[in-house]
């Protein structure tokens, strides 16, 4: 198993950037899914951003040239960079991994305002 501790969220204007990390407590060379979700108060949790091992990316439409995922193995850690934040991204982003079962964070806030 493989835990994971989401950090870098907070409290921005819109506009602004945030870069979110998630550290694994073991290496995630093998790992070949990881990436993030949120999840907004009365509304389902969403896929933003997925990364493969061979570091090939996936993302929401909407954030979509706004947001960029990456990994570094070396530091067993997954990135979301997130520029050009508007309100509606404020959630509770949650890392996860995919090991075979799905793997959660306990997440960190993100707040936009307006």
């Known amino acids: 198993q493989v835990q994971l501790v989401e950090s870098g969220g907070g409290l921005v204007q819109a506009g602004g950037s945030l870069r979110l990390s998630c550290a694994a407590s073991?290496?995630?060379?093998?790992?070949?899914?990881m990436g993030w979700y949120r999840q907004a108060p009365g509304k389902q949790r969403e896929l933003v951003a997925s990364?493969?091992?061979?570091?090939?990316?996936n993302y929401a439409d909407s954030v979509k040239g706004r947001f960029t995922i990456s990994r570094d193995n070396a530091k067993n850690t997954v990135y979301l960079q997130m520029n050009s934040l508007k309100p509606e991204d404020t959630a509770v982003y949650y890392c996860?991994?995919?090991?075979?079962?799905?793997?959660w964070g306990r997440g960190t806030q993100v707040t936009v305002s307006s």
């Open positions: 990364i493969t091992s061979g570091g090939r990316s």
């Open positions: 073991r290496s995630i060379f093998t790992i070949n899914a």
């Open positions: 996860y991994a995919d090991v075979g079962v799905v793997v």
